[in-house]
């Protein structure tokens, strides 16, 4: 009889330690996982900070590539007025 309050007594011990084990386990998974969280926030940032560069330098390329076309196609209107003058004979 003595000997089964033992063996129960030591399941129970080995139970409480099991289930501390677990939780200290939890706590250093959450702890590293907390401690990853900025790092990734940090990366995340620099890559949106990165295609927000380079969608402004292409939007600033398109910009100059339309006011090239615009310079362009009213060139040759602007000097229509011109060519007429001096074609007179």
Do not use: C
């Not at 615009?70 to 007429?84: I, L, M």
């Amino acid at each position: 009889m003595l000997k089964a309050i033992n063996t129960k007594i030591l399941l129970a011990i080995l139970a409480a330690l099991a289930a501390m084990g677990g939780a200290l386990t939890y706590q250093r998974h959450e702890a590293a996982k907390a401690a990853a969280a900025p790092a990734k926030a940090a990366g995340i940032l620099q890559q949106q900070q990165k295609e927000a560069e380079e969608r402004k330098a292409e939007n600033e390329a398109f910009r100059r590539r339309v006011e090239a076309d615009k310079k362009k196609h009213n060139s040759a209107a602007a000097n229509e007025g011109k060519t007429w003058q001096k074609y007179i004979p």
